[in-house]
């Protein structure tokens, strides 16, 4: 049964990520001025990777202390036929991914749809090489760390007292809540996402597939959008207007 730590644990993930998210994380992003966003911007990116593997800390060190199993947090690998299918599938889901990343990039029609569905984080995305390794690092960090927090600890928490099914929603929903900075929007569709990944999880019988998915489609979104802006920044350049050639002086 969970201790007084999960207890913990879980209201930090069901209630402070969320407020965070909404107050103290991109809001301070969104009221910057405009000479201090690049700083805010790395300082919110350090932030979470460090709030991600503290948490993810905290979840190893109660989980050897009160000894329990890996494979209770999803931890496994197996050579079933649901984990090796899924696993495959997941494998394909990630190249089609990587084609159509690559594809978008060079194409300026997809880049002017993946600016407009997200000027509402607009300020959160990379604009330089630095920031965008620094956002790939965030990637794999949330495709890892998120899966284990979400999926893993929190779902084994919920199921405690709700049956599978319920418990997945549940923390779906809550998933969607911790991206609260994305609006009403967002937090449906990050929701939404949440469902397809503990579904991933459940037939896999294994973190593993949601893991690289998650980390595959946040590299995914990172890596468009910074070339979106890139390509938005040159057709700006290209557009604006040439100043007036200077009036030759006469001399009398």
Same mark, same amino acid.
């Given at each position: 049964?969970?201790?007084?730590?999960?207890?913990?644990?879980?209201?930090?993930?069901?209630?402070?990520?969320?407020?965070?998210?909404?107050?103290?994380?991109?809001?301070?992003?969104?009221?910057?001025?405009?000479?201090?966003?690049?700083?805010?911007? /790395?300082?919110?990116?350090?932030?979470?990777?460090?709030?991600?593997? %503290?948490?993810v800390a905290l979840v190893a060190a109660i989980w050897i202390a009160r000894g329990r199993t890996a494979d209770s947090l999803g931890l496994v690998i197996s050579r079933s036929p649901q984990f090796l299918g899924m696993t495959a599938v997941t494998v394909i889901a990630i190249v089609l991914l990587m084609v159509q990343n690559r594809r978008g990039q060079n194409d300026p029609e997809v880049l002017g749809a993946v600016m407009k569905k997200l000027v509402h984080v607009e300020r959160m995305l990379p604009r330089t090489p630095a920031e965008l390794g620094m956002f790939k690092a965030l990637s794999l960090t949330a495709g890892f760390c998120e899966e284990l927090l979400y999926r893993g600890f929190l779902m084994w928490y919920v199921t405690h007292w709700l049956p599978l099914v319920p418990g997945l929603l549940v923390v779906a929903l809550?998933?969607?809540?911790?991206?609260?900075?994305?609006?009403?929007? /967002? @937090?449906?569709?990050?929701?939404?996402?949440?469902?397809?990944? %503990?579904? @991933?999880?459940?037939?896999? /019988?294994?973190?593993?597939?949601?893991?690289?998915?998650?980390?595959?489609?946040?590299?995914?979104?990172?890596?468009?959008?910074?070339?979106?802006?890139?390509?938005? %920044?040159?057709?700006?350049?290209?557009?604006?207007?040439?100043?007036?050639?200077?009036?030759?002086?006469?001399?009398?």
């Open positions: 049964m969970p201790t007084g730590l999960d207890h913990l644990l879980a209201l930090t993930l069901a209630v402070f990520f969320p407020i965070r998210a909404a107050t103290f994380g991109y809001r301070r992003l969104a009221l910057a001025p405009e000479p201090r966003v690049f700083e805010v911007r /790395g300082s919110l990116y350090r932030q979470a990777l460090l709030i991600q593997w %503290g948490l809550l998933f969607g809540f911790g991206h609260s900075y994305q609006g009403v929007r /967002g @937090v449906v569709t990050t929701a939404l996402v949440g469902v397809l990944l %503990g579904l @991933v999880y459940l037939v896999a /019988g294994s973190l593993l597939p949601a893991m690289l998915l998650h980390a595959a489609g946040d590299l995914h979104s990172g890596t468009l959008a910074y070339a979106a802006l890139r390509w938005e %920044g040159r057709s700006e350049t290209a557009t604006s207007p040439s100043p007036p050639p200077p009036t030759p002086s006469r001399t009398t």
